[in-house]
Structure formats: C-alpha cells, structure tokens
C-alpha cells in the first residue's frame, strides 16, 4: 500500500509540475557584406520555407529600418532555394489593433541579371511612388528579389509558382527574423504592379495552401499578365517585344527541358548567350521586333512550351481574400482582354473582387493607381467588408 501511494504520488506531483521551457532557437547569423551576402551556403542548411538564413541591417532611412534578408524558398518545381529580400519597418509606432499589418511588394520588372535585384536596383521607382506612403501608414512593406534576382541563377522571369512563393516566404522571413520586431497572426496583403501583379496575383492563388498560417486580408494586381501565351502574342512586333525576350529566357531558366537554344537562329543564339544579365534599361532596344527574328522555330508554338504556358496561366485556383484587380485601358504592354478574362473566373468562382479600368497606358496606370491601392489594402487592415463590382 506505502508503495502505491508513493507511485501515486509521483504521478500527481509529474502531472502539476511545470515542464522545462523549450530551448530557444538560436537566431539567424548575420550575413556576409557586399555581394558575397547574396552567395548562400552549400549545401543549403536545414529549414522551412520562410526561414531566415542570414540577414543584416540596411543604411538608416527616414521612414523606416530596413533588412536585407537571405531566406529559404521553392523553385517553380518545387525544389528549395534561397532567396533574396527586404523588409522595411515604420519607425512611427504601430497605432492600430493587434500586430502590425504586412504588405508583401511583388516588385515590377527590374531585368534578370544578378544587378537588377529590387535590393540593388536604383534608383526603385516602387519607393517613393508607393512603398514609402504604405510606411507612413504604419504598415511593414517585404519585399521579394525574387528567384535568381542577386543569388545564383538565372531569374525565371514571369513563371508563376516561383514568383507566388518567394512573396509569400519573404512575409514568413520578415515576421522570424526577431530583429524585425514584426509579430506573426497578424493581417498580410499582397500588392503588385506588372510582373509584381502577376507576383501579388499568383501569391493569392497559392497562399490557402502554401501558406495556410498567413491571415491574408487583401490583393492588389494591376498590369497583371494573368496568360503567357497571350502576352506574347500581344508582344511580337510591339513596343514592349523585350519583354518577351526576357520571359523566353526566364521560361527557359525555369524548366531546362524546354530546351530554348535548340529553336535559335544565330541572332537568338547571340542574343542568349550576351543578354542573361539584362536589365529594363535595355528592354526597349527590342521594340517592334518579332520571335522570328530570332528563331528558326517558334518555341511557344510547341507541346512542351503550351504546356508550361498554360501551368503558368492564373485563374484555375481562385484566392479566398479580397483582390482589385485594375488595368490600363491602352496598355501597350500587357493586354487588357487576358486581365479582363482573370476578372471574369474569378467573379464566377465567388471571389470578392474589384475591378477598374484607368484611362491610359501601362506606366502612368502605375502612378494613377496609386491611391486606390492604399485605399483598398486601408479598409482591409482596419476589418471593413471588401465591395465587390462583378
């Protein structure tokens, strides 16, 4: 009998008894200066996507303190990789509820060379026109380098499941890196504009699966270039027929069966092997071009690459948060009839979405939009229903 109530005992005292806190992880080291930070270990060291792998502080800025941060993410087919970004922090006091709100920037087109990382690229146009007002707001601002942008490789420009996940594991970077004093549970949104449309657009799409721990209260994508192959289309012989050079090699970058030196003529294996490091500033030395100028035989026209066009066309996952969807009525970049037909799934899947049409061509949609992005992502972080004009 003494022997049982001893055992019993033990028992009740093991089942009051406070448990030992659980060891702390050990923060992210900080990472090397100048180029080398963009470099990541070999192999890459044990972790999840959005795990920071190194960080360091960026120069002091009026508004804000900023990091440059190296975390983990995945490729388009799925394999880890470390990736560039920033995340910059109000220095005005967060004065709403709960924890700070984050808005995840999927950057526009910058080019895909290793120096047109939104990181390095100056001067960023994002900033002053749009950045900086969501930081006078209070609200964090990441900011994705995107797959190749900065670190190893080439970028694979416009291919949607690398761009979705390297903007939504920057959000996951920016709330682990204690540094930040960013706090997770709290509202996120994805915002972009061109390729960041299509960046915010395909983060919304993937984000109920891939990131199901992220409260995702709102999307902005506007220029959004919803279908490869119809951008293409719209692109040979246009003003912005560079652009469909970069995504031909950043198509290629993503998916190496696709095998692109194989449809080249000697032009367009020139082209190949003297533009992987280009940047937007010689995008426009391609204007009014054509595919055939530099090709033997269409690429795009074949099985392998109409099946990677169609993986990287949006529609087919609807996201479950708010989106505004906008456009330019004369953009001569990215057509408004594919962005109208990404309107139109979506409102046929029961998304809440806004959509508007502005009066002008792609850059100064950009300028104009301005407003009502902060205006929608606004109501979102302060809990107003979405409105939507489907």
């Known amino acids: 009998m003494r022997r049982l109530f001893a055992a019993l005992l033990l028992v009740a005292v093991a089942a009051v008894a406070p448990t030992a806190p659980a060891q702390a992880a050990a923060p992210p080291p900080q990472g090397p200066a100048g180029d080398a930070f963009y470099t990541p270990p070999s192999p890459l060291p044990d972790g999840a996507d959005g795990d920071v792998i190194w960080w360091r502080q960026l120069p002091d800025d009026i508004i804000n303190t900023g990091y440059l941060l190296l975390y983990r993410s995945r490729n388009a087919t799925g394999a880890p990789i470390a990736v560039s970004g920033r995340v910059l922090v109000p220095k005005l006091a967060w004065r709403g509820p709960g924890p700070r709100p984050i808005v995840s920037v999927a950057s526009g087109t910058r080019g895909i060379g290793d120096g047109c990382a939104p990181s390095k690229f100056q001067p960023d146009y994002e900033?002053?026109?749009?950045?900086?007002?969501?930081?006078?707001?209070?609200?964090?601002?990441?900011?994705?380098?995107?797959?190749?942008?900065?670190?190893?490789?080439?970028?694979?420009?416009?291919?949607?499941?690398?761009?979705?996940?390297?903007?939504?594991?920057?959000?996951?970077?920016?709330?682990?890196?204690?540094?930040?004093?960013?706090?997770?549970?709290?509202?996120?949104?994805?915002?972009?504009?061109?390729?960041?449309?299509?960046?915010?657009?395909?983060?919304?799409?993937?984000?109920?699966?891939?990131?199901?721990?992220?409260?995702?209260?709102?999307?902005?994508?506007?220029?959004?270039?919803?279908?490869?192959?119809?951008?293409?289309?719209?692109?040979?012989?246009?003003?912005?027929?560079?652009?469909?050079?970069?995504?031909?090699?950043?198509?290629?970058?993503?998916?190496?069966?696709?095998?692109?030196?194989?449809?080249?003529?000697?032009?367009?294996?020139?082209?190949?092997?003297?533009?992987?490091?280009?940047?937007?500033?010689?995008?426009?030395?391609?204007?009014?071009?054509?595919?055939?100028?530099?090709?033997?035989?269409?690429?795009?026209?074949?099985?392998?690459?109409?099946?990677?066009?169609?993986?990287?066309?949006?529609?087919?996952?609807?996201?479950?948060?708010?989106?505004?969807?906008?456009?330019?009525?004369?953009?001569?970049?990215?057509?408004?009839?594919?962005?109208?037909?990404?309107?139109?799934?979506?409102?046929?899947?029961?998304?809440?979405?806004?959509w508007a049409t502005f009066v002008g061509e792609h850059v100064s949609t950009l300028i104009a939009s301005v407003p009502d992005v902060l205006t929608f992502l606004g109501d979102r972080f302060a809990g107003r229903a979405a409105t939507s004009n489907c």
Not at 195 to 200: E, K, M, V
Not at 254 to 277: C, H, I, K, S
Not at 287 to 305: E, K, M
Request: net charge negative; charged share 15%; hydrophobic share 40%.
């Open 127 to 354: 900033k002053p026109l749009l950045i900086d007002a969501m930081l006078r707001r209070g609200w964090a601002v990441a900011i994705t380098d995107y797959e190749g942008l900065g670190t190893p490789g080439t970028h694979p420009y416009v291919v949607g499941r690398s761009e979705g996940r390297g903007v939504i594991d920057v959000v996951r970077a920016s709330i682990r890196l204690p540094a930040s004093g960013l706090a997770g549970g709290g509202p996120v949104a994805f915002s972009g504009y061109s390729q960041g449309g299509g960046g915010a657009a395909w983060a919304g799409e993937l984000a109920p699966t891939y990131a199901p721990e992220l409260t995702v209260v709102g999307i902005t994508a506007g220029g959004t270039p919803a279908d490869l192959d119809a951008v293409a289309k719209f692109l040979d012989g246009g003003i912005g027929f560079g652009f469909e050079l970069l995504a031909a090699l950043g198509l290629d970058a993503a998916y190496p069966e696709l095998n692109l030196p194989a449809y080249l003529n000697e032009r367009g294996r020139t082209l190949y092997e003297t533009q992987q490091d280009a940047c937007i500033d010689q995008v426009f030395g391609y204007a009014f071009q054509h595919i055939a100028d530099y090709t033997t035989t269409n690429p795009l026209t074949t099985p392998a690459w109409q099946s990677r066009l169609t993986e990287n066309k949006l529609g087919s996952t609807p996201p479950r948060a708010p989106v505004y969807l906008f456009h330019g009525g004369s953009d001569e970049i990215i057509p408004l009839a594919q962005a109208q037909t990404l309107r139109r799934q979506y409102c046929a899947a029961g998304v809440t979405v806004r």
